[in-house]
């Protein structure tokens, strides 16, 4: 939208080519969805893969070298490992970033609900750090969650550093939480639609395009770094009988069960150490005793324990070990997250599935010994239906499986539990494991969804960047013809050196001239108590700007500099921007 060329902005007050390039991908849908969804998969990507090296590096570090340090005190050194870790991570988090604390996946939806998708860069670094101490140091928690923080926290710093609208920045949240997942499990899918169902919670075309480019930019790292293959080994399933299918809808009700158990461990470990008068920064120490104990003689639930739920796929444990591990597991993640600590609950969920399914089929096997399905299909089921029930996420799940072991097979079996498991949880309790830990803090996420439009609208989305200007110098008679040629109502005032001066109206025009004053100067006439707008402020602000002083029009000025005038809003503009917002959102204009 744009007025007639009358007296532009002077040349002064044009911007350098760079500056230009800034706001024309500020502002440009089409530079946004290509550059700025790249940038973020590529960061995401980068980060992962940063990320992982850490782990391997933290991991040897406690475990090797720990050994050989406190090797004189025989196997019981293992105790002290995760204790020492705990030491390092409490006062990391809580003296440089809080929001590093916990799972990572509430804070980046809490950003996108009370924050308007803004993240602070360095949390990007304290998790990456207080992350892979906490796995390397045996803390029973996943690194999906961290890297899905520290993509989302890359997005917003993007996003943040370019002044990026709030939908946008948002935006850019949800691609880094989608390229995190897909660069840690080589799964793109399951990246996009997780970042649709978790993060942004609405499937729309509008974001759909950015989060495609930046899961794909992430995947392309992945592979090039780690190579492409599924994140999991597995057998070939294969579904043998349709009498088969039974069983998967009672082990849909079994993982249900558990997911919901895990949700209420986890948040009660949480309640019990907040309730314990000790500092913050020690109550992972005292968690990581905790760990300490029950990996000394069950060392299998230290760390993300991808390599027992291999074990677990191909149905190499023993029933007695599995039941052990499944409860086991639940509640090391639980303290280990409780107590502070810093970690996701994805792998957590995999590796609970997982047990539960392989014990499901062994138990299956014990009591109707013609039963011919492998353990390990159950297995992989549960891997998925967990996590499906704790997250309220059955298609993010399913795709996960599915593209974390490429076997197509498994998808009818996959789906019945998954569904099962997620509409079970959902009816037990309306809360994810994720959304969970936001409602106990106050913070209402049906709000979010509800959220005003006008309050999703910023100013830059609807202002009119050629604008015309009269200058301070010019006569009330040849301003006059130019508001009578162009039908506007008033102009922006720029004085000699090009700077916002005042505004002028028809109203304050036609009462000059009927006072003969054809010959004055504008300045004579103009208004310099200016009510002014600025970038970033919300349709909704605007409006109330207006209705307060009864005007049509607001100037748009730089925050840093109140005298120099960026553009124009008006009440035509505001509705153009408001109608453009409602259709991109679907939403049909009657």
């Known amino acids: 939208m744009k007025w007639l060329n009358f007296n532009r902005l002077s040349s002064k007050n044009i911007k350098p080519r760079s500056k230009e390039l800034i706001y024309y991908l500020r502002t440009s849908d089409a530079s946004f969805f290509l550059i700025f969804s790249i940038l973020v998969g590529l960061g995401a990507g980068f980060g992962a893969i940063l990320f992982r090296w850490l782990i391997l590096q933290f991991t040897n570090l406690f475990f090797v070298k720990g ?39 509430p804070e980046v939806i809490s950003s996108m609900v009370i924050n308007s998708g803004r993240i602070r860069p360095r949390v990007a670094i304290v998790k990456a750090l207080a992350s892979s101490i906490c796995i390397g140091s045996g803390g029973s928690v996943g690194r999906e969650g961290p890297i899905i923080q520290i993509g989302s926290a ?9 002044t990026l609208t709030e939908e ?21 899918l399951g990246g996009i639609f997780f970042a649709m169902e978790v993060i942004l919670r609405e499937y729309g075309l509008r974001n759909f395009s950015s989060v495609v480019l930046s899961s794909v930019t992430a995947t392309v790292i992945s592979r090039h770094f780690l190579g492409d293959h599924p994140a999991f080994q597995t057998p070939a399933f294969e579904l043998y009988s349709l009498l088969d299918i039974p069983y998967y809808f009672v082990f849909g009700l079994l993982t249900a069960l558990t997911a919901w158990l895990f949700i209420k461990v986890l948040y009660k470990s949480e ?15 005292t968690g990581g005793l905790i760990i300490g104990l029950i990996g000394l003689y069950f060392p299998q639930i230290f760390g993300v324990g991808y390599e027992v739920i291999e074990s677990s796929v191909n149905g190499e444990l023993a029933l007695g070990v599995i039941i052990a591990l499944v409860f086991l597991k639940i509640l090391a993640t639980s303290v280990t997250l409780g107590s502070g600590g ?36 159950f297995a992989l089921v549960g891997m998925a239906a967990v996590f499906a029930g704790t997250a309220h996420a059955p298609i993010s799940a399913i795709l996960l499986l599915f593209e974390m072991t490429g076997n197509y097979e498994i998808l009818p079996p996959l789906m019945i539990s998954c569904v099962i498991s997620a509409i079970l949880v959902r009816w037990i309790s309306k809360n994810s494991i994720y959304t969970m830990k936001l409602v106990r803090k106050g913070i209402d996420i049906e709000k979010y969804k509800e959220i005003d439009l006008m309050e999703n609208i910023t100013v830059s989305e609807a202002m009119i960047i050629d604008v015309i200007a009269v200058q301070q110098s010019d006569s009330i008679k040849k301003v006059g013809l130019m508001i009578k040629s162009t039908n506007h109502r008033g102009f922006p005032v720029l004085g000699e050196n090009g700077k916002l001066a005042g505004i002028v109206t028809r109203e304050d025009i036609n009462k000059a001239l009927r006072k003969g004053n054809t010959e004055a100067e504008i300045e004579t006439v103009m208004t310099t108590d200016i009510i002014v707008c600025y970038t970033n ?15 049509g029009r607001i100037p748009v000025v730089d925050r840093s500099d109140m005298a120099h005038l960026i553009g124009i809003v008006t009440r035509k503009s505001l509705i153009t921007a408001y109608n453009l917002a409602l259709e991109r959102r679907g939403i049909k204009i009657r």
């Open 168 to 188: 946008k920045t948002k935006t850019l949240v949800a691609c880094g939480a989608a390229a995190g997942i897909a660069a840690t499990f080589n799964a793109p």
């Open 67 to 105: 050994e050989d340090f406190l090797g004189f005190i025989g196997h019981y050194y293992i105790i002290l490992i995760p204790v020492i870790g705990g030491m390092i991570v409490g006062p990391l988090i809580h003296f440089f970033a809080r929001e590093a604390k916990g799972h990572g996946v």
């Open 342 to 377: 810093s970690g996701g609950i994805f792998a957590p969920s995999l590796f609970i599935g997982a047990l539960l399914g392989e014990g499901f089929g062994k138990l299956a096997y014990l009591i109707f010994p013609g039963t011919i399905i492998p353990p390990g299909a």
């Open 271 to 285: 309640d019990i150490f907040n309730s314990l008068k000790i500092p913050e920064y020690i109550k992972p120490a």
């Open 154 to 162: 890359i997005g917003s710093a993007i996003g943040q550093l370019f």
């Open 537 to 551: 402020e919300s349709l909704k602000t605007a409006l109330h700007k207006m209705a307060k002083r009864n005007i």
